[in-house]
Nanobody, 117 residues
Framework: VQLQASGGGLVQAGGSLRLSCVVS????????MGWFRQAPGKTRTYVGT???????YYVNSVKGRFTFSRDSAKNTVYLQMNSLKTEDTAIYYC????????????WGQGTLVTVSS
């Protein structure tokens, strides 16, 4: 399974970005897809999940601002980030786990999001 994340960049506070994660080697219908982020000098933290059944879960800090979606035809998941804050600055990672399993076994390389004030 390989994941390729993209879409990061520099944006002003209040702006938006959309990250993409292309998955190869495992169908989204068989996968729960997680998003994580690692801020400068901090450990990686969980952002949320879009499941194989399209259920979504978000940490409180991004609820109402971030939205997960997926395109099964492209085997790609998206993270739409709106109303970005400086504290959202981080490297964002997508990860995959076979539906029903508990430990993410495949990770993308990360894409950097920088939010300026």
């Amino acid at each position: 399974v390989q994941l390729q994340a993209s879409g990061g960049g520099l944006v002003q506070a209040g702006g938006s970005l959309r990250l993409s994660c292309v998955v190869s080697g495992r169908s989204l219908s068989d996968s729960d897809m997680g998003w994580f982020r690692q801020a400068p000098g901090k450990t990686r933290t969980y952002v949320g999940t879009v499941t194989s059944t399209c259920a979504t879960y978000y940490v409180n800090s991004v609820k109402g601002r971030f939205t997960f979606s997926r395109d099964s035809a492209k085997n790609t998941v998206y993270l739409q980030m709106n109303s970005l804050k400086t504290e959202d600055t981080a490297i964002y990672y997508c990860a995959s786990v076979r539906a029903g399993a508990t430990e993410y076994d495949s990770w993308g390389q990360g894409t950097l999001v920088t939010v300026s004030s």
